[in-house]
């Protein structure tokens, strides 16, 4: 049942599950848990809908490059599922075989830890099961680029999706307008003991649970750890270390423009590296979208086609094709734009600040930053996607110079991929949690989403997060059975 903590708090004394946010990871495992007979409290800060106050509370600052980060996000029931765009790819096998480059090891698992879960997460977000992700066209030829293969969500509305299994589910209690301002951890048991409750007004409530999972987004996953008096006092999480480092996101690189050759279908291309790209260039994934704009006809801009043509021909050696650009009658012109890896980085970070929010949580800084890595992997997909297109007859790719030069700062934007900040690794020493999510140094706290990426990839998070999180709902409800035969 769905209740409002503004105007109730009929909590149990206790529940098996405390799961913090209301988004897909968090209603995937809550209706999961509770399915399987566990009492489940599903706690989402938001209301509803959409309120400039429940917003207000994603405020942060930003150093670096700008992200956005207030905006990208949305703090009520479904999360950030209610402006989602639909667009499905998983992982594939070398995402998790391939360490990126530095000192931070890649997955600690396999590809074949969460390949199972395929289907159930295509079934989530309404995908026809046995459905193919589907190209728009065919690589190029070099070998380079494949083609770029995903599937669209309706797209999936979480919260109005499953609004009837949220208030009909038995064992699941759904709370809204229920802030958590603080997490209680016991260093002799290494146990969660229990999370601080709020409501608007700050009337506060203690609530205890035998396990503890956090599934706010990869920005607040972070806050609540480092937000923790607790957690930083018996050393689980510090100021300066993994929980909250490594934010990635993806990169939207304002790669350059093109121009079709006469005679080629004006329809969208879409590109994604191939692994060989990956291992020939060492630089990381990207999906390149080339995008007609408008027509260009022989009349009008024919002036400034002309001499854009002609200026692109003496930048690529191709000065024979001048003759080419005096008889050229432009089909279109299009930008190219991209999804491209970025790598995970100690110095792109979440970190707490002294100013408090109107529940008294401390306020986050981001500071989004790239590595030489990531430039280099920016600089191979643009001078070969521009390559092969020119050796394929497609036309003419003309790059900014930012991409070829590392020099020169990026013109970017962010795509509302946040990742990373609760990596998953083999030891503490590398990430926040371990192989099933749990956080090192605790016997009883958990993270979900996209938070626990190790690497993230060209692929859009929603798809793989769902997989992670039917695999530890599945983890849960076999670690719980087994602690109840042991009981009996």
Not at 108 to 133: H, K, R
Not at 234 to 245: F, H, I, T
Not at 252 to 274: A, C, M, V, W
Not at 372 to 381: E, L, M
Request: glycine letters at 10%; charged letters at 20%.
């Amino acid at each position: 049942m769905i209740k409002d903590y503004q105007q109730q708090k009929s909590l149990r004394d206790s529940y098996d599950f405390c799961i913090i946010g209301a988004g897909p990871a968090g209603i995937t495992l809550g209706l999961r848990l509770a399915a399987a007979g566990w009492n489940v409290l599903l706690a989402e800060g938001g209301g509803r809908e959409y309120s400039p106050r429940s917003q207000g509370l994603y405020a942060c600052t930003s150093t670096g490059l700008e992200l956005y980060a207030e905006e990208t996000r949305l703090r009520y029931l479904g999360g950030t599922s209610n402006h989602w765009a639909g667009r499905c790819r998983p992982f594939t096998p070398s995402d998790f075989a391939i360490a990126p480059p530095g000192d931070l090891p890649g997955w600690p698992i396999p590809y074949s830890e969460i390949e199972a879960y395929l289907p159930a997460a295509m079934d989530i977000v309404d995908l026809q099961p046995g459905s193919n992700f589907r190209a728009l066209n065919t690589g190029l030829n070099g070998g380079d680029f494949e083609a770029d293969c995903f599937l669209l969500s309706p797209p999936t509305r979480f919260a109005q999706k499953y609004a009837t299994a949220l208030e009909q589910t038995k064992g699941l209690d759904v709370f809204i307008n229920c802030n958590c301002v603080d997490l209680e951890f016991d260093k002799v048991s290494g146990h969660l003991a229990a999370v601080t409750l709020s409501d608007y007004k700050r009337n506060r409530q203690r609530l205890v649970a035998r396990h503890f999972i956090l599934a706010t987004g990869a920005i607040e996953n972070a806050r609540q750890l480092l937000n923790s008096e607790s957690l930083r006092a018996a050393g689980v999480v510090s100021k300066d270390g993994l929980v909250g480092g490594c934010f990635m996101e993806h990169l939207n690189i304002d790669l350059g423009t093109f121009i079709l050759k006469s005679g080629q279908p004006p329809e969208p291309r879409q590109y994604y590296t191939s692994d060989a790209f990956v291992a020939e260039y060492k630089a990381g994934k990207g999906n390149v979208t080339a995008v007609l704009l408008a027509d260009v006809q022989t009349y009008g801009r024919t002036a400034e086609v002309k001499h854009f043509l002609e200026n692109l021909a003496c930048d690529m050696g191709i000065a024979s094709k001048v003759a080419f650009v005096a008889k050229f009658s432009c089909p279109g012109d299009g930008v190219i734009g991209t999804m491209i890896e970025q790598f995970p980085n100690l110095h792109s970070r979440i970190s707490l600040l002294d100013e408090k929010d109107e529940l008294g949580v401390a306020k986050v800084n981001v500071n989004w930053a790239l590595s030489a890595d990531d430039r280099h992997t920016i600089k191979c997909i643009g001078s070969e996607l521009a390559k092969q297109f020119a050796d394929m007859g497609l036309g003419y790719v003309k790059l900014n110079d930012f991409v070829y030069d590392t020099s020169i700062p990026l013109k970017m934007a962010p795509h509302a991929h946040h990742m990373g900040t609760t990596r998953m690794a083999a030891s503490p020493q590398f990430g926040v949690v371990d192989a099933n999510c749990k956080v090192f140094g605790t016997e009883n706290l958990y993270v979900a989403g996209s938070s626990i990426f190790a690497k993230g990839g060209a692929s859009n998070p929603t798809m793989p997060l769902l997989q992670f999180a039917v695999r530890l709902a599945d983890h849960l409800n076999a670690k719980m059975g087994a602690a109840s035969g042991a009981v009996a």
